[in-house]
């Protein structure tokens, strides 16, 4: 893979190429997308007729404000790929940029486009002197948390710190977000909606920063950078605690179940979140294979042999997950 190519899971249509079916035979377990999304409430038709007006957008960040328990400034974006995009150009690209990896490929790709040189380091020590550095926590696709008073001290040997916490919300206690403020003027936090509320096609993201960093940012984002439906979903979803408690509970039992199913394939697990998780196999091409064959699409690697990454399956989808692994 080159530095401008880029690798994604959510690609069913390839597995449809290569193995038939339709995308309702499918099980895609590929990506680390609640299969239970929240359930949308009705949108008054202002939301798709109009454009978002100041108000609406002020009610969504106060929900993302509460949600996330921060007093940071906070610029919604068309998903947190939005955010990804535009922080490159946050500073001159005059200096070295790292990343922390192995990650999620879009922040390297999208800062080489911008024109940043980008080394990918295994250790966060490895970032100091970086004028950007990036870290994904939890990490994808191994999980990896990293405690608010490490990324503390990161950020002062940095320009720029960019934490991508998109998987955070089953695990809300280990954000650096309630942190941000004046101690820590030079970090953005990176938050994605889609991911945990299960609604990725709503394309919605927020980026948490000091307001002299938040104003680059809305600036870079434009006018109307979400759209009405997705205001009006969020704000609902937002400010449901019931809902997420009962979701935070599902998706501990549910990766529990899969890490069973996954020992008993003799894979052992890396890591991950309870929203996907990753295990170490004899050939992962191998073992993406064989799923596909039931039907289950999965997430391999250009950078490992061995891992493969597996999403939550819908509650009903579990027996179809169950007889792929049985028979593989």
Not at 138 to 163: E, F, H, Q, S, W
Not at 190 to 208: E, M, N, P, T, W
Not at 283 to 307: C, K, M
Request: hydrophobic share 45%.
């Amino acid at each position: 893979m080159t530095t401008m190519e880029k690798d994604h899971g959510g690609n069913l249509d390839e597995a449809m190429q290569r193995y038939g079916g339709t995308a309702a035979d499918w099980l895609d377990l590929s990506t680390g997308i609640n299969p239970q999304p929240y359930p949308v409430p009705e949108i008054p038709q202002s939301a798709w007729a109009d454009l978002p007006t100041r108000t609406a957008m002020a009610g969504l960040i106060d929900a993302a404000r509460r949600a996330y328990r921060t007093k940071a400034a906070i610029v919604a974006t068309h998903g947190a790929q939005g955010a990804i995009q535009m922080v490159p150009f946050l500073r001159p690209a005059t200096g070295r940029a790292v990343v922390l990896g192995p990650t999620y490929n879009e922040h390297a790709a999208c800062l080489r486009m911008a024109g940043w040189p980008v080394d990918e380091v295994a250790q966060p020590d490895a970032c100091a002197g970086a004028e950007i550095a990036v870290i994904v926590t939890p990490n994808n696709p191994d999980g990896r948390l990293y405690t608010a008073d490490a990324l503390r001290r990161l950020a002062a040997t940095v320009g720029l710190l960019v934490v991508d916490e998109s998987f955070m919300d089953p695990t809300e206690p280990h954000s650096l977000a309630p942190l941000l403020g004046d101690a820590l003027p030079n970090v953005v936090v990176l938050r994605s909606f889609g991911k945990f509320y299960g609604l990725a096609g709503v394309r919605l993201g927020f980026a948490l920063a000091r307001p002299a960093l938040a104003d680059r940012l809305a600036g870079l984002a434009g006018p109307w950078p979400v759209s009405g439906p997705a205001i009006a979903i969020a704000q609902h979803a937002l400010a449901d605690g019931d809902w997420q408690r009962a979701t935070i509970a599902r998706l501990e039992r549910d990766s529990a179940r899969l890490d069973a199913l996954a020992e008993a394939c003799g894979w052992r697990l890396v890591g991950g979140t309870t929203l996907f998780r990753t295990y170490d196999t004899p050939d992962a091409a191998a073992a993406q294979d064989a799923l596909a064959h039931g039907r289950v699409w999965s997430r391999i690697f250009p950078y490992s042999t061995s891992w493969i990454r597996l999403g939550m399956p819908p509650s009903d989808r579990w027996p179809q997950l169950v007889d792929a692994m049985s028979a593989r």
